[in-house]
């Protein structure tokens, strides 16, 4: 099963959709974000609906009074995707409130919790305040994912901790991938597409590094070194 989920952080919608049509064989699905969602909304989504991509992956990642968060995920049921990202950080009662509402539209997607995002340091959380360590607040937050049997977005370093948590029936996917070559950009706590998938990590998203250059090429070499 492939295990690479493309992220499109963009608001070009025929770029994105034309790249998808050429590769969407050689991928699981593709991950829209803030950027694209607020250009262009439900109806870019449909777009990708059109053409096949029903699995995708819509990284809203909402953090709001559970109330809003519920609404919010019940005015997405005409649309298809199978992955939603909430954040962690939301408390119990978010994660009980997204579980519910997306148990409730047509698509029924799989709740991911994000536990801390890939471009923060040890040194960022202290920065507001928190006395935590970056894999003290993932453990924290796998625990709750583990209780509430929700997936978890977290950095490759850390699946191998999570996967120990929340057992094999839950999901990971790990954003912040990188080939070693590549530069790590706007990210500090980034991982081989190798190591993320050994420490335990379903899928693995991925963007620049596929996207610059020869796409196809830049999927081939990163499957191949998943499949060593």
Known sequence: MNRIILALDTTNIEEAINITKRIKDKIYTVKLGLEFFNAHGKNGVKEFNKIGINNLMLDLKLKDIPETVYKAIKALDDIKFSYLTIHGQGGRELVESAKKAASEIKSKPKIMM??????????D????????TVIEQVKKLAKI????????????HEAKIVRKIIGQNLLIFTPGIRMNEDGKNDQKRVCTPAESIKNGAN?????????KGNIEKNIGKVSNSINK
Do not use: F, N
């Open 125 to 132: 959380l202290k920065d507001i305040g928190s006395d935590s």
């Open 203 to 211: 899928k693995i998203i991925m963007g620049r590094s596929l996207t």
């Open 114 to 123: 994000v536990t801390i995002l890939t471009s923060l340091s040890d040194s």
């Open 145 to 156: 994912a583990e209780e509430m049997k929700v997936g978890i977005v977290c950095s490759g």
